[in-house]
């Protein structure tokens, strides 16, 4: 019988204590508000590294600014393992700059792909083609077709190889992956679970998971509700970190755990400084998450979508290493799953 995570001992609690202190802890997605106070809370929960989201250059701007105030808590934007490695050692945060959608390179009725290496000058190292919907490249989990990649999407994910820019799947459809797996030298899903234990249309289907991954990508496990597990989060029922450990043992068990990673996608602080104890942002008039139930699921009754129980919050990220080791990992499987797997992909495309 699987131990559960509240089944820990002393012992077993000390030791998954001492392994995430001495690992490099790695947030492959975080779409928090990233300001001079959760740059701190990022960093006093442990973390190593965490992908910083930009979506054209006032934003960019915006994250060297925070950076350029706060230089002895966060570094960056690195692009280098070295860099990371370095950050851990001097107990700062690392950030790296990741883009949850391409529109940033479309102007008018076609893509501008010649914006594309001056991002990449400004850190820029982790590209996804769309969002959910469709665009000029790709076409979107959540559209009515299942149509892949466009010729632009095509010519966008060459234009990624020539830099060694991943390319992120986890908001893409199914033949949009497949095609991203097939172009592309470093497909990835920084955020996306699997659909054969949560079945949306977000998660990634085994033949998804097993094509990102004969290219050596990595999967990053996410914790927001309606894709780690189905509940009537309307009535205040939302599911529990052993919901989330059961998509890193379902994934090591199809393609290996070295595959496995975190993307937590977090979105804290949204509301303001007073939001920060708070799951997720409360909704607003035109929010995206109130549009599509099937997909975001609905609010608990705080008015929020609250994640995993135990996994709720960037603070909660050493529950990860403890509920492995209720689970029987070995030390370097959870090294693997906390930083070190995306830590080797990152070396083999940005460099050591």
């Not at 993307?263 to 509301?271: H, L, P, T, V």
Request: aromatic share 8%.
């Amino acid at each position: 019988m699987v131990k559960k995570f509240l089944e820990l001992n002393k012992n077993e609690t000390d030791h998954a204590l001492e392994l995430y202190e001495k690992s490099v802890v790695l947030n492959c997605l975080d779409a928090s508000t990233y300001d001079d106070e959760y740059v701190h809370i990022v960093r006093d929960s442990g973390l190593t590294a965490t992908a910083v989201g930009i979506d054209g250059f006032e934003s960019t701007a915006a994250k060297y600014k925070l950076i350029e105030r706060n230089p002895d808590i966060v570094t960056g934007p690195v692009t280098s393992v070295e860099e990371i490695r370095r950050a851990k050692k001097e107990g700062k945060l690392a950030a790296f700059l990741n883009a949850q959608n391409s529109t940033m390179l479309i102007h008018g009725a076609g893509p501008s792909l010649d914006l594309l290496p001056l991002y990449y000058k400004l850190g820029l190292r982790i590209l996804m083609p769309t969002y959910n919907t469709r665009n000029v490249f790709a076409n979107g989990c959540d559209e009515r077709g299942n149509c892949g990649l466009s010729h632009y999407g095509v010519e966008l994910v060459g234009a990624m190889n020539k830099l060694n820019i991943l390319c992120d799947c986890s908001h893409m459809g199914i033949q949009d992956t497949l095609d991203v797996c097939e172009y592309s030298d470093f497909p990835v899903c920084t955020h996306s679970n699997a659909r054969s234990v949560c079945d949306n249309v977000r998660n990634r289907t085994d033949e998804e998971i097993k094509a990102v991954t004969e290219k050596e990508g990595v999967l990053g496990i996410v914790t927001y509700p309606s894709f780690v597990k189905w509940t009537k989060t309307g009535e205040g029922k939302k599911p529990t970190i052993e919901d989330v450990l059961d998509h890193i043992d379902y994934m090591a068990k199809l393609v290996g755990v070295k595959y496995v990673g975190l993307g937590f996608d977090f979105i804290e602080g949204s509301a303001g400084p007073d939001d920060r104890a708070r799951k997720l942002r409360p909704p607003r008039p035109d929010d995206v998450l109130l549009t599509r139930p099937q997909v975001w699921g609905k609010r608990a009754p705080s008015g929020y979508w609250e994640y995993a129980e135990h996994m709720d919050n960037i603070t909660k990220t050493i529950n990860v290493a403890k509920g492995m080791v209720a689970r029987g990992y070995s030390d370097s499987d959870i090294m693997g799953v906390l930083g070190e797997n995306w830590l080797r992909l990152f070396a083999k495309a940005w460099g050591k």
